[in-house]
């Protein structure tokens, strides 16, 4: 168990308690928990969490032939795609990714916290929010492999752009709130964290009357039975992952659900 820092609770600004919310029998009560300042260890740890939470299920050391087959378990095949090996908290790719997506928010967005250890982390973006540029984010993509600089650029940013376009309308997105990132470690799953760090964003876009957006490639269930509706898929392809399906979803300001 990561212990938590005296600064970690010193710098949580905004305490949002939900309750009543469908969590498992081990949790009638969640917190969630904005984070407005972050120290360096604490942006490397949740990062690290999120790595983990994005990791492959039993199989952490997938070769090429499995990740072409049935025999791949991996959970993002996003994240494969970019980074070019299997996420976990010992790929510095995928850790120095998540530390760029929290150190943009804690600039341009939010970034919320549950569980006992930030064992949940969600990274989120408001209306009129380009989700600018950060010196991370440049540092990251510098650290990219010619081919997966190239997939993203050329290939992933197009379909990107077409898919949410089509899904909601040209230049919808900008005017909703957005799903950055949201994931549980895998210690800390099936205890209602993640469904707590959802409640919480709709509320926050309830508040601006805005719709809740997110595209992903994983768990597309997870966010239906939170109300959340398909508004449009595309089918991406990679050279390590294959063909994979990609979601667009949204939840309305409207929504009873």
């Keep these: 168990m990561l212990r938590r820092s005296v600064a970690w609770e010193n710098l949580?600004?905004?305490?949002?308690?939900?309750?009543?919310?469908?969590?498992?029998?081990?949790?009638?009560?969640?917190?969630v928990r904005q984070l407005k300042y972050m120290s360096p260890d604490e942006v490397i740890r949740a990062s690290k969490n999120l790595a983990n939470a994005l990791k492959d299920g039993q199989n952490t050391t997938i070769t090429h032939e499995c990740l072409r087959s049935d025999c791949r378990l991996r959970k993002d095949p996003l994240t494969l795609a970019v980074i070019g090996e299997p996420s976990s908290e010992n790929s510095e790719l995928a850790v120095a990714w998540l530390t760029a997506d929290i150190q943009r928010a804690l600039q341009d967005g939010e970034v919320y916290a549950a569980?006992?250890?930030?064992?949940?982390?969600?990274?989120?973006?408001?209306?009129?929010?380009?989700?600018?540029?950060?010196?991370?984010?440049?540092?990251?993509?510098?650290?990219?492999?010619?081919?997966?600089?190239?997939?993203?650029?050329?290939?992933?940013t197009v379909q990107y752009s077409s898919l949410t376009n089509e899904a909601y309308g040209a230049g919808q997105?900008?005017?909703?709130?957005?799903?950055?990132?949201?994931?549980?470690?895998?210690?800390?799953?099936?205890?209602?964290?993640?469904?707590?760090?959802?409640?919480?964003?709709?509320?926050?876009?309830?508040?601006?009357?805005?719709?809740?957006?997110?595209?992903?490639?994983?768990?597309?269930?997870?966010?239906?039975?939170l109300g959340f509706e398909v508004a449009g898929s595309t089918v991406l392809e990679a050279p390590l992952t294959g063909q994979f399906t990609y979601w667009a979803y949204r939840w309305r300001a409207n929504s009873d659900s």
């Design 12 to 31: 949580v600004r905004t305490v949002i308690t939900l309750c009543s919310l469908d969590l498992s029998a081990s949790m009638s009560l969640s917190t």
């Design 115 to 156: 569980g006992e250890d930030a064992d949940a982390i969600a990274i989120s973006f408001g209306p009129n929010n380009d989700l600018g540029d950060h010196p991370a984010w440049t540092e990251f993509f510098a650290r990219l492999s010619p081919e997966a600089s190239k997939w993203w650029t050329e290939y992933f």
């Design 173 to 225: 997105q900008r005017k909703s709130w957005h799903i950055q990132v949201l994931g549980v470690r895998p210690d800390a799953q099936a205890k209602g964290l993640g469904t707590a760090l959802v409640r919480a964003l709709q509320q926050r876009a309830k508040a601006d009357n805005a719709d809740l957006y997110l595209q992903t490639a994983t768990t597309p269930g997870f966010y239906e039975k």
